[in-house]
């Protein structure tokens, strides 16, 4: 194992979290009376000599990076920089203790949007940006976004090899992970971009029309608003943001080729197709329930509310307009139901993704026709390119290592003093990067009441969800191996 390089490269993380810092400390400078300044610029100044003394002292060497080594700086790269992130939080003080400036941190750049923030308004602007920048770099991935500043081809496609799952670049014809990353990120700054001028003209300020486009399309789920979109009572807005995280929890490869090709290639795609029939199913199954057992006298007002919640939990950007925890029954469960799936691998959504639930229903399907007609070959394919047995053996194992770690959570969190309902959901929310549950966890509630063992916990569920489990597991299965 080349520990240096590995060194060498999570510097190069640092030193693009300092540059972040950098801007949001700028943008403090700007605002009057904005007390953030000072801890944002001092965090960036250390952030940058720990980034930059890897780069200055010790060389990487001529070899290339291997799988090793791209799995190592991807795992240990995201825990250096959600430690370093919590710095602004730390030196800011008021509501952030040690714990509670890492969940934030960890919340961040998972894109999960967990908060323990009682009053979000009350942050100055300086740090209101950084909180919602962390979300937009985690959302591209902190190595595929550096990945981008390295010359050298091998070490950049066996990172981006590293961080974007094999199932999110299946759907991609491009040669190359590398390219594959590209591509995303011109997709990424695309819709970040539209999505920010279209809630300009809905009649937002210049500063919430961004972090709300950065928070949307990194399906985090940030806002600078308490009651997160519900205060701004503006169904334009609502309307911008729903297509927004729709269209950041679909493949950003097939986007990327659906422009070249006039949008044959994504609508075309089996795997999009059954993302948007689902969330229609939901939405219209939420309304009618919501007519029916709710209380809503306009059907309208139903399909909107029941639109932006079931946009928002299956992108699992957690954007709230409603109190969710205050409906019925069904429409909970229904809404939950979207918070494990999610959107299309290839997105910045989280969860298990529909990709791989397909995936593994047309192979349950293919096994039990195989059983009743043995001597029939049956070819497992999804959007028309036939899968491995491995493959499908992959994807089943990847669910039942999420349901596990998702049940061992949830005892944890009950263990700990939370009620059955909010330990679950909390369980779920975490380990899908979804961030609002439901009990004392709701879409308007926050975690700044669950127990400090269980904000651990929940940290080591949002880097196992957004790393997708796999690359901690080869982690620790490499140093057993080893032992």
């Known amino acids: 194992m080349n520990t240096k390089v590995i060194v060498y490269y999570i510097g190069v993380s640092l030193l693009m979290v300092a540059a972040l810092m950098l801007l949001s400390g ?8 904005d007390e953030s300044r000072i801890p944002l610029l001092f965090s960036a100044f250390l952030t940058a000599i720990a980034g930059l003394y890897p780069l200055l002292f010790i060389k990487r060497g001529t070899e290339r990076l291997r799988f090793r080594e791209g799995n190592c700086v991807v795992v240990f790269s995201w825990l250096t920089v959600c430690l370093f992130g919590m710095l602004p939080y730390l030196l800011y003080g008021q509501e952030f203790e040690a714990l509670d400036a890492l969940f934030e941190s960890v919340s961040g750049f998972t894109t999960t949007g967990a908060s323990i923030l009682d009053d979000v308004e009350a942050l100055p602007r300086g740090l209101q940006f950084w909180r919602i920048s962390t979300a937009w770099v985690g959302g591209a991935g902190i190595v595929t976004l550096f990945s981008m500043l390295i010359t050298r081809g091998g070490d ?6 590293a961080e974007i799952s094999d199932v999110a670049r299946s759907a991609f014809s491009g040669r190359g992970n590398a390219l594959f990353a590209n591509r995303l990120l011109v997709v990424y700054l695309s819709l970040t971009s539209l999505t920010l001028f279209a809630l300009k003209l809905t009649g937002m300020g210049w500063f919430d029309a ?3 486009a950065m928070s949307a399309c990194s399906t985090c ?3 600078t608003r308490n009651t997160s979109i519900a205060s701004f009572a503006n169904p334009a807005a609502e309307i911008v943001l729903t297509f927004a995280m729709l269209a950041c929890a679909l493949n950003f490869g097939l986007i990327f080729q659906s422009f070249l090709r006039g949008g044959k290639k994504l609508w075309h795609s089996e795997t999009v197709k059954v993302f948007l029939c689902l969330v229609l199913l939901f939405i219209f199954m939420i309304a009618v329930d919501l007519y029916w057992n709710a209380g809503y006298r306009s059907i309208p007002k139903a399909l909107r509310d029941a639109s932006f919640q079931v946009a928002s939990l299956a992108t699992t950007t957690g954007f709230a307009t409603r109190d969710t925890v205050q409906w019925p029954a069904l429409s909970m469960a229904l809404l939950w139901l979207c918070s494990w799936v999610c959107g299309c691998s290839g997105s910045t959504s989280g969860g ?8 593994a229903v047309k192979g349950v399907r293919a096994r039990v026709r195989g059983t009743v007609n043995p001597g029939l070959v049956r070819i497992v394919r999804v959007d028309g390119m036939p899968r491995s047995a491995e493959q499908v053996g992959e994807v089943g194992i990847f669910i039942f290592c999420y349901l596990l770690f998702a049940a061992l959570f949830t005892v944890i969190n009950v263990a700990g003093g939370l009620d059955f309902i909010t330990g679950l959901t909390a369980s779920v929310a975490c380990l899908g990067n979804v961030g609002p549950g439901f009990g004392d966890v709701g879409s308007m509630a926050n975690y700044a009441h669950i127990p400090a063992l269980l904000k651990v916990s929940g940290i080591l569920e949002m880097l196992l969800g957004r790393l997708e489990i796999f690359p901690v597991l080869y982690l620790f299965g490499e140093r057993y191996r080893k032992n």
Request: hydrophobic share 50%; proline share 4%.
């Open 352 to 359: 298990i993704k529909i990709d791989r639930l397909l995936l």
């Open 26 to 33: 700028i943008i403090a400078c700007f605002t009057p009376g």
């Open 210 to 212: 961004a972090a709300h």
């Open 221 to 223: 789920g940030f806002s």
């Open 156 to 161: 950049r496609s066996a990172l981006s090899g």
